[in-house]
């Protein structure tokens, strides 16, 4: 995903490394720790120039993305341009979304822990890792089977015990944990799936891009109030289309 017309800000540059990681750095030097503070380091800039640059404020996020790995979400051969301010190709004509988008996102829907979260569209899982680092219950689906295994996969190797992940047809929801407090589609409808709406909480909140594949989408936040839906794009974007069986 990219967006479009981003806006010029000042930068301010500052990094912070978490004193666990210090210790590590200390008990397992050479090359392998080396690599770990160097990505230590690239997260810490993208928060900073990428992120808090942009007005993401929400101190809860920001430390998500400064802590979770993004590297491991993408193709190794990609780890170096992870932190990139860009989206990234993680195969399958799919990609994870820049950094500042899955911040943006993410600080809509004001997470706090216990949430009950579904996500559609796992992808790599990197959005669903931000979610669980937040400490909400995550369910997120996945059309393709190659990647729902993928994401899995490295979600329980970065112990995110609290993501359900499942693989199947994102239009319609996942009706038996319903409702939800929270729903993020991270590819592109159409329109906005009625099945979805349908399994919000009330005062609940869907985020999603809408639009057709292949051109300018609008990313719109969805609140159900007093069983009435209420609008609002937020910016325009480009995502992968919303794929169905």
Known sequence: MIIIN?????????????????????????????????????RSDMVEKQLKARNIKSEAVLAAMRTVPRHLFVPENLHSLAYNDSPLPIGLKQTISQPYIVAFMTEQLEPVPGMKILEIGTGSGYQAAILAHLGCEGYTIELLEELSL????????????????????GYLGWPEEAPFDAIIVTAAPDEIPEKLIEQIKEGGKIILPVGPANSVQSLKLITKKNKRIHEKNLLPVRFVPMMKY
């Open 6 to 42: 981003k806006s010029k800000h000042i930068i301010c540059i500052a990094t912070s490394i978490s004193l666990s990681l210090l210790f590590f750095f200390v008990l397992f030097p050479g090359k392998h720790a080396l690599a770990a503070q160097n990505f230590v380091m690239l």
């Open 150 to 169: 993928r994401a899995k996969k490295v979600l329980a190797e970065l112990h995110f015990n609290n993501v359900r992940v499942r693989c199947g047809n």
